[in-house]
T-cell receptor, first 113, second 111 residues
Framework: NAGVTQTPKFQVLKTGQSMTLQCAQDMNHEYMSWYRQDPGMGLRLIHYSVGAGITDQGEVPNGYNVSRSTTEDFPLRLLSAAPSQTSVYFC????????????FGPGTRLTVT | DAKTTQPPSMDCAEGRAANLPCNHSTISGNEYVYWYRQIHSQGPQYIIHGLKNNETNEMASLIITEDRKSSTLILPHATLRDTAVYYCIVRGAANAGKSTFGDGTTLTVKP
């Protein structure tokens, strides 16, 4: 198993540009989520999904969209990038919501100028 | 929402046990306590989790108080490679959308 993969590893955007961060898992996990981590801080939940076709907002959803058309993929879209979205983005997956560990991807480091 | 409180930093001598505390006084009955760690800027790594009983695996032990309002992660023989940020979170089916990581405890293992 490759586990949780994320692309790209690094990305620089200009203010106002849009892009999609990719996340995929090959463990047949139902639950997937996106976090952002700002320098020196913990991870904050952006959006999550409990299964294909089902998504919901986390703690900091503004400026981001998600969709879950397949069990394997959970892309995160930045609609109009802002400098405040400069952060490291982590994708995670778990088999279920309770009693199951989350597996994290290696992260995408995004800089918005 | 069940929030957690952890000390911002701790030191531990190499070879000694590291005991990392976590307060989760608002935890509800169906929420689990999880511990993860993050080394440098890598993705967090799962360590251990528990509901009511104490748990042990090859990495660590988790001690949960009887009232479940606090817990302690124990690394029995800390090594330099255990230097990391350790996160304690509570998570259950009802709060998965609000399951967020606080700032964690930076553990520094010293020779």
């Amino acid at each position: 198993n490759a586990g949780v993969t994320q692309t790209p590893k690094f990305q620089v955007l200009k203010t106002g540009q849009s892009m999609t961060l990719q996340c995929a898992q090959d463990m047949n996990h139902e639950y997937m989520s996106w976090y952002r981590q700002d320098p020196g801080m913990g991870l904050r939940l952006i959006h999550y999904s409990v299964g294909a076709g089902i998504t919901d907002q986390g703690e900091v959803p503004n400026g981001y969209n998600v969709s879950r058309s397949t069990t394997e993929d959970f892309p995160l879209r930045l609609l109009s990038a802002a400098p405040s979205q400069t952060s490291v983005y982590f994708c995670a997956s778990s088999l279920g919501l309770a009693g199951d560990e989350q597996y994290f991807g290696p992260g995408t480091r995004l800089t918005v100028t | 929402d069940a929030k957690t409180t952890q000390p911002p930093s701790m030191d531990c001598a190499e070879g000694r046990a590291a005991n990392l505390p976590c307060n989760h006084s608002t935890i509800s009955g169906n929420e689990y306590v999880y511990w993860y760690r993050q080394i440098h800027s890598q993705g967090p790594q799962y360590i251990i989790h528990g509901l009511k009983n104490n748990e042990t695996n090859e990495m660590a032990s988790l001690i949960i108080t009887e009232d479940r309002k606090s817990s302690t992660l124990i690394l029995p023989h800390a090594t330099l490679r255990d230097t990391a940020v350790y996160y304690c979170i509570v998570r259950g089916a009802a709060n998965a959308g609000k399951s967020t990581f606080g700032d964690g405890t930076t553990l520094t293992v010293k020779p």
